[in-house]
Every structure is written in structure tokens, then in C-alpha cells.
């Protein structure tokens, strides 16, 4: 089992930036694939950004590119998602994501699909206004 709990959501006006933090404990974190989705009110939850347990890979949904940037630090066993030049259209619950390489959905799925990843975070709230 891997326990996730974000930080760092908040409040912001456009243009702003914010820094989103995802701590993980328990079974061997540093080796696995970790991402950030997002869920607005009353829509599915999407993609945001993803990383190969190496950090060798990264992957962006279109809309972000360019002003998210997700990292991890395994010596801390925490990931991160630097946001800049906030919209109001990325104001979401933001959730942070592991996979487990024991289990058959990492070999199966890609790191885009929220059906890969086993072990999710409360969420945390970002709010962007006009």
C-alpha cells in the first residue's frame, strides 16, 4: 500500500502560480510512476501531468504544457506540480496518483489513463479567478 497526501491548492488570480505537493509513504513510492489529475465540479476526472518512477518521462495533457511542470524528489518521496500562468479553466480538485509495478494495470495502461493508477490522494482545492 502507498498513502499520498497533497498540499499546497489554494486561491489565486489568473496569471498566478502555485505549487502542489504530493508526500508518499508506505511501500517503496520511489519506484513507482506518479501523476496529477484534476476533476472540475460535476465532470470526470482528466489527466494533468505524468512521471516515470525515474523520472526519464514526463507527460502533459495539451492544455498545460508549457506552464505545469511536475517533479519528484524520491529522497523526500514526494512529487511535485509547479503551476504558472494560472486560468480560471484549471481551477479543479487536484488529485495526485501512484501506480504499483507489481500490479497488471502498469504494464497494461498508459500513464495517461486514470485506470492505471491504484493509490490516489484526498485532493486538494485550486481556485483561479478572473
Known amino acids: 500500500q502507498v498513502q499520498l497526501v497533497e498540499s499546497g491548492g489554494g486561491l489565486v488570480q489568473a496569471g498566478g502560480s502555485l505549487r502542489l505537493s504530493c508526500a508518499a509513504s508506505?511501500?517503496?513510492?520511489?519506484?513507482?510512476?506518479m501523476a496529477w489529475f484534476r476533476q472540475a465540479p460535476g465532470k470526470e476526472r482528466k489527466f494533468v501531468a505524468a512521471?516515470?518512477?525515474?523520472?526519464?518521462?514526463?507527460y502533459y495533457t495539451d492544455s498545460v504544457k508549457g506552464r505545469f511542470t511536475i517533479s519528484r524528489d524520491n529522497t523526500k518521496n514526494t512529487v511535485y506540480l509547479q503551476m504558472n500562468s494560472l486560468k480560471p479553466e484549471d481551477t479543479a480538485v487536484y488529485y495526485c496518483?501512484?501506480?504499483?509495478?507489481?500490479?497488471?494495470?502498469?504494464?497494461?495502461?498508459?500513464?495517461?489513463?486514470?485506470?492505471?493508477?491504484?493509490?490516489w490522494g484526498q485532493g486538494t482545492q485550486v481556485t483561479v479567478s478572473s
Open positions: 496518483a501512484s501506480d504499483d509495478p507489481h500490479h497488471l494495470s502498469a504494464a497494461l495502461r498508459s500513464m495517461t489513463d486514470v485506470f492505471r493508477y491504484d493509490y
Open positions: 512521471m516515470s518512477w525515474s523520472g526519464a518521462s514526463t
Open positions: 508506505g511501500r517503496t513510492p520511489s519506484t513507482y510512476a
